[in-house]
């Protein structure tokens, strides 16, 4: 599959990383020929410079022979011109356009068809979704859904009060009493894929299999469970602090937000009549205390600066808020932050680059390929969903007499309305649906590619 990629951004260049990973063919256009050079030093991709919204360069790269065209420029409007422009000459090109502002997101999903957008995505409006489901959530700091196969896979850290601390994984059902697997430990920036004798540490983040009440109930046995979330303090009246409002007044939760730009203030007050605008400066310590942290349910920090971000909810954990999330426009910041408390980690550009990366896969539609693919455990392990059909091997035999790959583990089998943690008596049938995992040095095309033979 070709696929060409306009804008060589924060979002084009964790697409190219992606999506050349996964074997496509990449072409990436951006008029900054220093930073094109870069990006085709580190990853096995073609680079063209120049304005994808012309029909000229879009002829250059090669738009007639592509499948799927990418617009995530810096700038709304070119991306839409070059998804038409994509389109008119190519009318079987799959096209994407990024955009940002509200105002032309409202329109353009209305006129979707008339434009022929495959996918409209906005980054801002994807994080406050998230953002707004974790709050719903508060117990974990992420939750994967699987919709064929009815697993989820949840994030949780082990605090130092924790009852599952120093348990051995051979011991945890009888703790827990839910059938649900640890799946994968991250420890100190390292990854782990655990077996019976791997002990719990605190401040482990596991990543937990299971349904949505089987994970509940691990919840209420070992005693995670918080009340639900009523009042949020969002720190910066960012784009994406207004989605997140908006959805949280929709369920019914109340939310302040302190912004330091008076303007900004003004607007969102006639924007969001039941939330609360504050005009001060998230980045003073002394402006949150004197917001009485301790009588909030949560804290979000979306301020435009990591620093900030991050050093504001240190201090609201420290205020003991029961649930924290922090917005990062770059993303984790390798070992740093894990090391910090900072409750749920959410970075727009991620979360947009996965979603369009989910809609590619979607679209190749190969027999026996992947039906979604999750990334866990800070992109380091993939979780991938797939249907069990007349072409997988070994259907039937015990998997406890496979033989699979190194690193690979076969993660729940869905059958029918029956869902199982497996074990070495279960089998693969036709119609299964099965999630596996594989750590970055390993990737499944193919659900047979998890076999030795």
């Known amino acids: 599959m070709k696929i060409i990629i306009a804008g060589a951004g924060k979002v084009g260049k964790t697409l190219t990383k992606e999506l050349s990973a996964d074997g496509y063919e990449i072409t990436l256009i951006d008029k900054n020929p220093i930073v094109l050079e870069t990006i085709s030093n580190r990853y096995d991709v073609i680079t063209y410079e120049g304005n994808a919204a012309t029909v000229e360069t879009l002829e250059e790269a090669g738009i007639n022979e592509t499948d799927v065209f990418i617009a995530a420029t810096s700038a709304d409007e070119v991306n839409v011109l070059a998804c038409m422009t994509a389109r008119a000459l190519n009318k079987d090109v799959h096209v994407i356009a990024r955009v940002r502002d509200p105002e032309y997101v409202s329109g353009l999903l209305k006129l979707s068809d008339h434009f022929h957008l495959s996918l409209v995505i906005n980054p801002e409006r994807e994080a406050a979704i998230e953002i707004a489901s974790l709050l719903k ?10 919709s064929k196969s009815r697993a989820e896979i949840a994030e949780l850290r082990i605090e130092s009060t924790s009852r599952i601390k120093d348990i051995r994984l ?14 994968a430990i991250l420890r100190d920036g390292k990854i782990i894929l655990p077996d019976g004798n791997t002990v719990l540490k605190e401040n482990d983040r596991l990543y937990i299999t299971g349904t949505d009440q ?20 969002i720190a910066g009246g960012s784009r994406i602090a207004y989605y997140l409002a908006k959805s949280l007044e929709e369920s019914g939760i109340r939310s302040t937000i302190i912004e330091q730009d008076e303007e900004t203030c003004t607007m969102l007050a006639g924007l969001l009549p039941k939330a609360t605008i504050i005009h001060g400066d998230a980045s003073d ?5 004197s917001e009485d942290l301790e009588d909030y349910d949560a804290f979000v920090s979306l301020t435009g600066i990591d620093e900030i971000n991050m050093v504001s909810s240190i201090m609201a954990r420290q205020k003991k808020i029961p649930t924290v ?7 984790r910041i390798n070992a740093l932050t894990d090391l910090l408390d900072l409750g749920s980690v959410i970075s727009p550009k991620d979360l947009v680059s996965m979603h369009i990366v989910r809609y590619v896969r979607a679209i190749q539609n190969k027999q026996g390929a992947a039906l979604t693919i999750h990334r866990i455990a800070e992109d380091r392990v993939d979780a991938s969903e797939f249907r069990v059909d007349e072409t997988t091997k070994h259907l039937g035999i015990p998997l406890k007499d496979l033989h699979i790959k190194k690193n690979i583990l076969i993660n729940s089998i869905a059958r029918g309305n029956l869902f199982q ?3 070495g008596d279960s089998t693969l049938e036709k119609g299964d649906i099965i999630v ?9 095309h193919q659900i047979n590619d998890i076999f030795e033979d």
């Open 170 to 183: 051979a011991d945890l059902h009888k703790r827990v009493q839910a059938q649900v697997l640890i799946s």
């Open 436 to 444: 596996i995992l594989s750590d970055e040095t390993t990737t499944i």
């Open 137 to 146: 959530l508060p117990e974990f700091n992420k939750v994967e859904h699987f």
């Open 421 to 423: 943690i497996p074990n």
């Open 285 to 289: 310590h002394s402006v949150l205390d």
């Open 214 to 233: 089987e994970l509940h109930a691990l919840l209420n046995n070992i005693g995670v469970v918080k009340k639900p979330v009523g009042h949020v303090l």
């Open 325 to 331: 999330v922090t917005k990062l426009g770059r993303g």
